[in-house]
């Protein structure tokens, strides 16, 4: 291997490191609003099983009284898990399409193709990906008013949604979702992050209330992604689509500053270690 085919290698290894550090750090410091929107979004005061909360603040304080510190990282390891996947395969679908795109470009590409090449690469992902997004989602939604065995972590979630499921329930909410990430993409291409999180938003309500443990009796709570437009616009108007936005901003906010500044750290760290090596 050539010095500087070496040096390449090195740089890859330490940036995956510090990219990893970084998605752990961030994840674990903003889980509980995670937790937190995900109980508002599907909480649409038309069922008994789910808590009710004041705003954020209640809520936080609530869960962490009522099931403690597990309660508020209800759903750790699958967001960990799906966050780190989600990165990786990412930047694999992104530089792939964009090599593809460019194969008879002369190796140049348009605005509109790198906003096409992030929009696939986001599809593929959510494709990967949904099976461990849906489990963190019921994992979160465990609380003491659950009328079902709850379970007992993110192997039995698995075993139990493919034995009373089947196979086809890793992809409740699916649909949502890939426009999510399409619409998600193409937005922050030409608007603030602020607009993007405003019009996509209701993705994330859709996508979390479809992907709801089904009641005792096996009967989903909804049945897909028009049901739960109707519904929620029938029973609580635009203001449904929007529940849980303010935790939603409180974790995003502080969310880019602390990956940057872990990865930034972690990679000061690793460079000394790398030269002596």
Partial sequence: MSAEASKRHQWQWE?????????FATVAVMHPLD??????????GRVSHLPSYKNTAHAVFTIARSEGLRGLYAGFLPGVLGSTISWGLYFFFYDKAKQR?????????SPGLHLASAAEAGGLVSL???PVWLVKTRLQLQTPLHQTRPYSGIYDAFKTILR?????????GIVPSLFLNSVDYAVLGATSKLAAILLTYPFQVMRARLQQRPSGDGVPRYMDT?????????FE????????????????APASSITFIVYENVLKLLKPTIRND
Avoid: M, P
């Fill in 15 to 23: 940036n995956a490191t510090a990219g990893a550090a970084a998605g």
């Fill in 35 to 44: 937790v937190v929107r995900t109980r508002f979004q599907v909480n649409d």
């Fill in 101 to 109: 795109y460019a194969r008879n470009r002369e190796g140049k590409l």
């Fill in 128 to 130: 990967c990906t949904n």
């Fill in 164 to 172: 009373e499921e089947g196979f086809s329930a890793f992809y409740k």
């Fill in 226 to 234: 028009w049901h739960v437009v109707k519904e929620t616009a029938r």
């Fill in 237 to 252: 108007g635009i203001r449904g689509y929007y529940r849980g936005i303010t935790a939603n901003l409180l974790k995003n």
